[in-house]
């Protein structure tokens, strides 16, 4: 005790003593130097939520030509370029974003809305969101709008979290053209991957290595209330693999799995699951080649139903039905404007439920709520499609001053059944068909 008193004692005269010399040189400066002028405060670190929006414009316009003359001017087996030899105003895509610094280590905050206008929106709205009120071919919806945030929380690398409407993170290929090696998209995009939320999805930042995805939605393309047909919730479970074999490759696995269906079309929709559950393996084979591979296999537990065809005009398998794919994609940068693409894909519907064509502008829409779709263009039974695509990508790198982006995709696809049905119709009045499909053309996206 009679030691701590002595080092407390001690530690008050240091003190002590300290303050006087302190106060005496300060006396003594001040008697010597012009009186100071008295010092600015700093100005203290400010945060808003308007600092570094950014605002986007992006247009894609194309045209698929179609050597068979197809019926009633479609592409079998496409949704977003199902048109043959007619121009299509694809999209208008207006973005305004305030992006999170993908480093960042400590609370980040930011947005993104999209809207967009044009004939790719009659396949992407959210049902109950003004999904009706254009009839057109060109069409206008609400794409994204979603708060987003990274937390510093549970591991080193964190979580990032969208909540909102977000478009879906499964699969290769995406609805913005400028992420996409071909202006026609795969079996897979079209048919078996869901293609945007409304809820919460987060990506939690094990290690380096690791991310593990979870989401709560309301189903794909629905909405809460009015705009979800069978009232239940679905979400996303899944992992990501970064940095592997020499940070050559990268693998994400997600499973999106929950109802599907309108309660006007099955009356089980509230049980009957669809499970979407696809991979995509990106692997950098040198600074030119670049290889993806990209495998699905979803199923719908609908199948259960006793057959025949819904109110909706779609047919009601015997049996749950599934869809089983791969696609193989090469990309060879030929110099620093120009790469070359090429793409290959196998696609199992093993009932004839996934893949149909609606040339009714609101056809899909109308069929994802189980009302009546008119006309839709219904595919013969059990199909295994097989397609080849080549094409290049010319990016001019010397633009004008205010553009963001040019990009021209021009393309040749064959598509063939390789089972023994003929699905490519030519002729819808007398049931004439073909066993292939050929179709060339291409598009052009001019960002800003």
Same mark, same amino acid.
């Given at each position: 005790?009679?030691?701590?008193?002595?080092?407390?004692?001690?530690?008050?005269?240091?003190?002590?003593?300290?303050?006087?010399?302190?106060?005496?040189?300060?006396?003594?400066?001040?008697?010597?130097?012009?009186?100071?002028?008295?010092?600015?405060?700093?100005?203290?670190?400010?945060?808003?939520?308007?600092? #570094?929006?950014?605002?986007?414009?992006?247009?894609?316009?194309?045209?698929?030509?179609?050597?068979?003359?197809?019926?009633?001017?479609?592409?079998?087996?496409?949704?977003?370029?199902?048109?043959?030899?007619?121009?299509?105003? !694809?999209?208008?895509?207006?973005?305004?974003?305030?992006?999170?610094?993908?480093?960042?280590?400590?609370?980040?905050?930011?947005?993104?809305?999209?809207?967009?206008?044009?004939?790719?929106?009659?396949?992407?709205?959210?049902?109950?969101?003004?999904?009706?009120?254009?009839?057109?071919?060109?069409?206008?919806?609400?794409?994204?709008?979603?708060?987003?945030?990274?937390?510093?929380?549970?591991?080193?690398?964190?979580?990032?979290?969208?909540?909102?409407?977000?478009?879906?993170?499964? #699969?290769?290929?995406?609805?913005?053209?400028?992420?996409?090696?071909?202006?026609?998209?795969?079996?897979?995009?079209?048919?078996?991957?869901?293609?945007?939320?409304?809820?919460?999805?987060?990506?939690?930042?094990?290690?380096?290595?690791?991310?593990?995805?979870?989401?709560?939605?309301?189903?794909?393309?629905?909405?809460?209330?009015?705009?979800?047909?069978?009232?239940?919730?679905?979400?996303?479970?899944?992992?990501?693999?970064?940095?592997?074999?020499?940070?050559?490759?990268?693998?994400?696995?997600?499973?999106?799995? #929950?109802?599907?269906?309108?309660?006007?079309?099955?009356?089980?929709?509230?049980?009957?699951?669809?499970?979407?559950?696809?991979?995509?393996?990106?692997?950098?084979? !040198?600074?030119?080649?670049?290889?993806?591979?990209?495998?699905?296999?979803?199923?719908?537990?609908?199948?259960? &139903?006793?057959? #025949?065809?819904?109110?909706?005009?779609?047919?009601?398998?015997?049996?749950?039905?599934?869809?089983?794919?791969?696609?193989?994609?090469?990309?060879?940068?030929?110099?620093?404007?120009?790469?070359?693409?090429?793409?290959?894909?196998? &696609?199992?519907?093993?009932?004839?439920?996934?893949?149909?064509?609606?040339?009714?502008?609101?056809?899909?829409?109308?069929?994802?709520?189980?009302?009546?779709?008119?006309?839709?263009?219904?595919?013969?039974?059990?199909?295994?499609?097989?397609?080849?695509?080549?094409?290049?990508?010319?990016?001019?790198?010397?633009?004008?001053?205010?553009?963001?982006?040019?990009?021209?995709?021009?393309?040749?696809?064959?598509?063939?059944?390789?089972?023994?049905?003929?699905?490519?119709?030519?002729?819808?009045?007398?049931?004439?068909?073909?066993?292939?499909?050929?179709?060339?053309?291409?598009?052009?996206?001019?960002?800003?």
């Amino acid at each position: 005790m009679a030691t701590r008193r002595l080092f407390k004692s001690v530690l008050l005269s240091c003190s002590a003593a300290f303050a006087l010399s302190a106060a005496l040189s300060t006396a003594h400066a001040a008697d010597l130097a012009p009186t100071p002028v008295a010092p600015v405060a700093p100005a203290l670190p400010t945060f808003s939520l308007f600092d #570094g929006i950014e605002y986007h414009a992006q247009f894609e316009g194309g045209i698929l030509g179609n050597a068979s003359n197809s019926a009633n001017g479609q592409n079998i087996g496409h949704l977003y370029t199902d048109r043959s030899n007619t121009p299509q105003i !694809n999209q208008a895509l207006l973005t305004v974003a305030k992006n999170i610094d993908p480093k960042a280590t400590g609370y980040a905050f930011g947005f993104t809305a999209q809207a967009l206008f044009g004939s790719d929106e009659r396949y992407n709205h959210f049902l109950g969101f003004a999904d009706s009120n254009i009839t057109g071919r060109n069409q206008f919806g609400l794409v994204q709008g979603y708060g987003a945030a990274h937390l510093p929380w549970f591991t080193e690398g964190g979580v990032d979290l969208k909540v909102g409407l977000y478009s879906s993170p499964q #699969g290769y290929e995406t609805l913005d053209p400028s992420t996409n090696p071909f202006y026609s998209h795969s079996y897979t995009y079209n048919y078996a991957v869901t293609f945007n939320h409304t809820g919460i999805l987060s990506t939690t930042h094990v290690n380096n290595t690791l991310d593990i995805w979870l989401g709560v939605d309301t189903g794909n393309q629905t909405t809460f209330g009015g705009g979800d047909p069978n009232r239940q919730i679905a979400g996303f479970v899944g992992f990501g693999l970064n940095h592997l074999f020499e940070d050559k490759l990268t693998v994400l696995a997600l499973s999106h799995i #929950g109802p599907e269906q309108s309660l006007l079309v099955d009356p089980n929709a509230k049980s009957d699951l669809r499970y979407y559950n696809d991979v995509v393996l990106t692997y950098k084979i !040198n600074d030119d080649w670049t290889s993806v591979t990209e495998l699905n296999y979803t199923k719908d537990e609908f199948g259960n &139903a006793p057959g #025949g065809f819904s109110t909706t005009g779609i047919p009601l398998p015997t049996g749950s039905a599934s869809y089983y794919a791969i696609a193989q994609y090469f990309g060879y940068a030929l110099n620093k404007e120009v790469t070359l693409n090429a793409r290959g894909e196998v &696609a199992r519907d093993d009932k004839g439920f996934f893949v149909a064509n609606f040339p009714d502008n609101l056809g899909l829409v109308r069929g994802e709520k189980g009302l009546p779709v008119a006309n839709p263009t219904l595919l013969p039974g059990p199909t295994t499609y097989g397609a080849i695509t080549l094409g290049l990508t010319y990016k001019p790198s010397n633009l004008p001053k205010g553009f963001a982006l040019v990009m021209v995709r021009p393309e040749i696809r064959y598509d063939r059944a390789l089972s023994n049905n003929s699905p490519f119709i030519v002729n819808s009045n007398t049931g004439a068909a073909h066993k292939d499909q050929f179709t060339f053309g291409g598009d052009v996206t001019i960002g800003f």
